[in-house]
């Protein structure tokens, strides 16, 4: 990131106007933890804000070797090609910074849609906890909307919490599976499926038809058994084949099914609120602890009560308790 | 829970002369959310603390179907009758206010060790969210402990973060599994296995000591992949039949180990004091969610504030700010 910043103002115009590279480095402030940066970028965001919700928020899932970068390839192509939208890929994976396996770091697997000019590909910030990832991925998505692209595919990899935070930014959920494998050796949980609003069974290609089709057929009666959404939406459970492109459109013909059916009845925009509510909760979170832990007077306090509960002299309740009142009589000064 | 309830100081001395039913009473009102008993709780806490910490805290996970209650039955009463142990066995399952399946609901699966003077089993809590039963067990570990009970096992069903808070709170974290299933079918992650400082293979029944033997040697070298403890201690792996009642002292004789090894180079006394200051920030978070979303004129600002958030007309990340000054400020009066 270069010194010599551009303004607020010039970063909202040049994201407006569908500037490639101001998109790119306001995303890049986002991601960033230093408080000139965070503070540049919260200006930005703000800009965007009038003009970001205008797309639909689709969140990918499923483990590695489901084939979700072939998916997304397809898929992409799909939308952009025969529907006419434009298409911004982003990824909450924060195991990437031990693993240094980034999801979207290779964009040679999505060759035609990293090179198309509707599609937007970002990969994955390589370092942060879920929680500033996923704030930082949720800013994001208003900044590409700003940018104008409509279609919003957020990737996650199926394993630990990062599933739950996708879920609670996109409107609609896709589970990727594999046919023949049996969900648990999938590491695909319960509470991941009850997620879904489609599972998409992949790899049905020549050969495996058999076999996809009788996992569609126990996926059905599997989600079945899950009390039904509010909206009032059954999953539906699809095969393709992403690799040989087949079956790509059908997918998409679901995924506007579900926006006609939530948005007829005003639960689209239902749960963009409860979504918002949530982050707006998970920011509150965020702030409570700089404020707190970052109080210098308290700081010193902190360090005795810290110890005497080590020693089992004090209870953490306890300890909570008498912190929180010197927090707050301090402020009353 | 009686109307009439004793005084702290009653409570206190019944629990420290091994008073059943006093300890029982005050885990009730541990587990309480009800403020009175709270503020009892806390005082029967306070007075408990400097009798507290004596104890080896065990915590167990493996999935349904791994023999959980079976192996704590017979470890259980290996512990109390050949080592001269005391025990105290209480569990943290957070989902069971959902599914009704209380792990230790059902005391009949442990019917000699929940007769036994020497033992004392306390049932999952019904209801509360996985932080507020984590809280609650780890007090109840402490006046479990000024009860005299040496010997804590705290037990977990292996899915969700429940294994994370109880291994948050014990000494040694056993892990449960079985022979031939693999580890994807048991749905164990590798999160929880790097967690573990023993794997059991259960049911190494007549006719499945082979494949029992083979899982060992599997899950050895497994274990052989992730980085070495802080301590020097490499995991065990070994076999046991809980229902045949074979292998058990063996178990015992790695805990003991362990125990020994973690001792003599201060690593006991180092984990003990990390977890009680993890536990601190854990009672820090609760009580500034509680002193800010209570707080009668934030609650109406937070109103309009989330409205905004909620029309996209402010980030979430603005209104944190914006409301944490007008709490600040609030306090300054």
């Known amino acids: ?3 010599n910043l551009p303004a607020a103002k010039e970063f909202i115009d040049g994201i407006l106007s569908g500037d490639r590279m101001l998109l790119s480095r306001a995303i890049t402030l986002i991601e960033s933890t230093k408080r000139e940066h965070q503070d540049l970028a919260q200006e930005i965001i703000e800009g965007c804000l009038p003009h970001a919700g205008n797309s639909i928020r689709i969140g ?13 390839e397809a898929f992409g192509n ?5 529907e006419g939208r434009s298409l911004a890929v982003l990824a909450v994976d924060p195991s990437s910074s031990k693993t240094r396996g980034s999801i979207l770091g290779d964009k040679t697997r999505m060759e035609t849609l990293s090179n198309h000019p509707k599609a937007y590909i970002r990969p994955t910030p390589t370092s942060g906890s879920l929680g500033g990832v996923a704030q930082s991925t949720r800013e994001t998505i208003s900044v590409c909307e700003a940018a ?16 739950t935070a996708v ?20 590491g695909i949980k319960r509470g991941i499926m009850e997620m879904a609003d489609t599972i998409i069974i992949n790899k049905a290609d020549t050969g495996n ?15 079945h058994l899950f009390p039904p959404t509010e909206s009032g939406w059954i999953p539906k459970v699809a095969t393709c084949s992403a690799f040989h492109n087949k079956g790509i459109p059908e997918v998409w013909d679901i995924v506007d099914e579900f926006m006609r059916h939530t948005k007829a009845k005003g639960f689209f925009d239902k749960k963009r609120k409860e979504q918002a509510s949530y982050w707006l909760d ?14 210098p007077d308290l700081k010193r306090e902190m360090e005795s009560y810290r110890e005497q509960v080590q020693q089992g002299q004090l209870s953490s309740y306890k300890a909570a308790r008498d912190l929180m009142q010197i927090f707050l009589n301090k402020k009353k000064k």
Chains 1, 2 share one sequence.
């Open 1 to 3: 990131m270069s010194r």
């Open 282 to 295: 998970e920011s509150i979170n965020q702030e409570l602890h700089r404020v707190f832990y970052n109080d």
């Open 78 to 82: 799909y939308v952009i090609e025969d």
């Open 148 to 163: 104008g692209f409509d279609t919003i595919l957020i990737e996650t990899v199926g394993v630990g919490q990062s599933e």
């Open 167 to 186: 879920h609670s930014m996109v409107d609609f959920f896709l589970l990727l599976m594999l046919a023949g494998a049996g969900d648990e050796l999938q």
């Open 209 to 223: 038809e058999e076999a996809a089709k009788r996992a569609m057929a126990e996926y059905k009666n599997a989600l």
């Open 60 to 72: 990918i899932t499923g483990v590695p070797g489901v084939g979700k970068s072939t998916f997304i």
